[in-house]
Each structure stands twice: as structure tokens, then as C-alpha cells.
């Protein structure tokens, strides 16, 4: 198994711009994540989805959007690049529930606005 | 608030020796403890999960405490090793829906010198 896996890895935005941050699990799991982690705070959640075609907002949504067609995908979407959105993006996925099941976490996506 | 503070922010060591990480925390109601290992541009690994009724819980070299009475954890690493340079998150989880119900601590940057 490959985990949950992220691309890209790094990507350069000017103000403005959009993007999709893609996230894929291979494990079957139904919950998926999205994390950002700015230097020196804790992860933030962004958005979440219990399974395909349901998606919910976590802490921090405003200024990004996600979708989940299939149980592997959880795609996050950035439509007008800030300064503020400069972080690193961490997807994860769990078999249940975050909060009784092992979170998975994918290697990271480094996002610079300039 | 719920929230989860940890302590050191860093920590320099020598390999060979034994460290303790702090994280104290104010979630509630309380479900779960987790302590994770995060290399450098990786993403977070988990190393134990305790539930209130754990005090204490092994990974190899890594040992994690509890003692929800006074909302507090500890992680223990003995003997280190250079591979243990990493930063330790401690997350908590709060008696929910399983929805948006885990807070992240900042984490404990550990440096372990040869």
C-alpha cells in the first residue's frame, strides 16, 4: 500500500492564482482530511469528508473548497491564491472517525504566495 | 478553550541519553491522547494512543504517560538515537460526534547531537 499519497510537493503561487492540491488513499478508508500547519502552531483542520459525496468545514475553510466523488480522493481547491494560504498542506485519512481511529497522514504539500 | 501545550518548544540532547516531553491540556470532555514522531517534510507519524482508562503505553524506546486527572502526558524516550531528531505533536481528542473533535499541541522539536 502506498498510504495516502500528495502532490505536489512544493508549488509557488502569485496572488490571485488558483490550485488543486491533490490526495489520494489507497487503504479504503472513509474519512479524509485536510490539514494546514503554519510554522510554530499546531495542525489546523480545513475540511473533512465521512465518505464519497459528503464533505463538511473544519476550523479554518474560508478560501479553499473540496470535493470527494470517490472514497480514494479528496481534492483540495484553492481559487484565489492569498499571502495568508502560505503553509503546508497535510492530508489525512482514518477509518472511522478521527477521534477513536489512527489518523494517516500523507507527506505534505509546502504552498509559498507571493 | 481546548487546548494542548506542550513543553520544551525544543531540545537539544546527546545520543545515548533519555529525554521526557510535557504536554498538558484543557480538552473536554477527554476520549484520547496521541502522541506523533514528525521527520522534517514528512508528515506526522503516530507513535501511542492512550484512552482515559490507559496510564501508560509502549513503542519500542518511545513510552507515553497519562494522567487525566490533572490533564496531563508525558513522553518518555530512552536511549536516543540520532533518528529520533524529529518534532513530537501530542493531539488530544475530545467525547464527540468524531467530527472536528481533535486538537493539535505545536510540538516539541527535538535535536539528538552524535
Redesign the interface.
Known sequence: NAGVTQTPKFRILKIGQSMTLQCTQDMNHNYMYWYRQDPGMGLKLIYYSVGAGITDKGEVPNGYNVSRSTTEDFPLRLELAAPSQTSVYFCASSLQGESYNEQFFGPGTRLTVL | KNQ?EQSPQSLIILEGKNCTLQCNYTVSPF??L?WYKQDT??????LT?MTFSENTKSNGRYTATLDADTKQSSLHITASQLSDSASY?CVV???????????????TRLQVQP
Open positions: 494542548v476520549s484520547n496521541r517534510g514528512r508528515g506526522p507519524v503516530s494512543i505533536i481528542g475530545r467525547l464527540d460526534t468524531g467530527r472536528r473533535a481533535l486538537t493539535f499541541g505545536s510540538g
